[in-house]
């Protein structure tokens, strides 16, 4: 099992930064990987950013350039910094877990809502 507890979302205008936070239950050495997705309004759940337990990172080209999703290993926290945000980032973002080698479980925060709007 993992709980993960997401923070940091809010209004920005646009071109402002966010960071979001993913706290996990567990060591994140123990996650195969964790990921930011995100939801808008009307649209399918997207991957943002993952990050595996070696460290290996993945964007979608939507926001390569202007995200960067880091961990702090002592705190269980992976990081989703993002800057020169767009109105078209305004979604519900979500921390994304999974766990297991033979059997893959997946785990999701609660969420947070990003809006980015003047």
């Known amino acids: 099992q993992v709980q993960l507890v997401e923070s940091g979302g809010g209004l920005v205008q646009p071109g402002g930064s966010l960071r979001l936070s993913c706290a996990a239950s567990?060591?994140?050495?123990?996650?195969?990987?964790i990921g930011w997705y995100r939801q808008a309004p009307g649209k399918q759940r997207e991957l943002v950013a993952d990050?595996?337990?070696?460290?290996?990172?993945n964007y979608a080209d939507s926001v390569k350039g202007r995200f960067t999703i880091s961990r702090d290993n002592a705190k269980n926290t992976v990081y989703l910094q993002m800057n020169s945000l767009k109105v078209e980032d305004t979604a519900v973002y979500y921390c994304?877990?999974?766990?297991?080698?033979?059997?893959?479980?997946?785990?999701w925060g609660q969420g947070t809502q990003v809006t980015v709007s003047s």
């Open positions: 994304n877990a999974v766990v297991g080698i033979r059997i893959q479980y997946v785990y």
């Open positions: 567990r060591s994140i050495f123990s996650i195969n990987a």
């Open positions: 990050i595996t337990s070696g460290g290996s990172t």
